[in-house]
Nanobody, 128 residues
Framework: QMHLVESGGGLVQPGGSLRLSCTASGYTLDYFSMAWYRQAPGKGREGVSCISPRGGRTKYADSVKGRFIVSRDDTENTIYLQMSSLRPEDTATYHC?????????????????????WGQGTQVTVSS
């Protein structure tokens, strides 16, 4: 079975930093674009960032640009999200997502079976 498992979330004060990790099992990430999405209570999901295979291209939501950095280590079958200068509005559950399209088309249009592409998520809470 193919799984994505996120880790690294937690409680952090405004202005602080966290690094999220997402590790795949059951398949290799090498050939996939990968993305981070987030969802806060009562809000719709928001695309955070996308990274192409081999990391040659990255994209970010305007809300996180300059504060978050996405990266990948295909030898570890893992992608990362380094988050800095965190704000209360960054509070959400963060999910990594195996891409069904290239980053040039991200944020991706929803698909009916996309739950197969999502990890369970890790909670990030930014609060003093």
């Amino acid at each position: 079975q193919m799984h994505l498992v996120e880790s690294g979330g937690g409680l952090v004060q405004p202005g602080g930093s966290l690094r999220l990790s997402c590790t795949a099992s059951g398949y290799t990430l090498d050939y996939f674009s990968m993305a981070w999405y987030r969802q806060a209570p009562g809000k719709g999901r928001e695309g955070v960032s996308c990274i192409s295979p081999r990391g040659g291209r990255t994209k970010y939501a305007d809300s996180v640009k300059g504060r978050f950095i996405v990266s990948r280590d295909d030898t570890e079958n893992t992608i990362y999200l380094q988050m800095s200068s965190l704000r209360p509005e960054d509070t959400a559950t963060y999910h990594c997502v195996r891409g069904w399209a290239p980053c040039s088309d991200w944020p991706w249009a929803p698909r009916s079976d996309e739950s197969d592409y999502w990890g369970q998520g890790t909670q990030v809470t930014v609060s003093s």
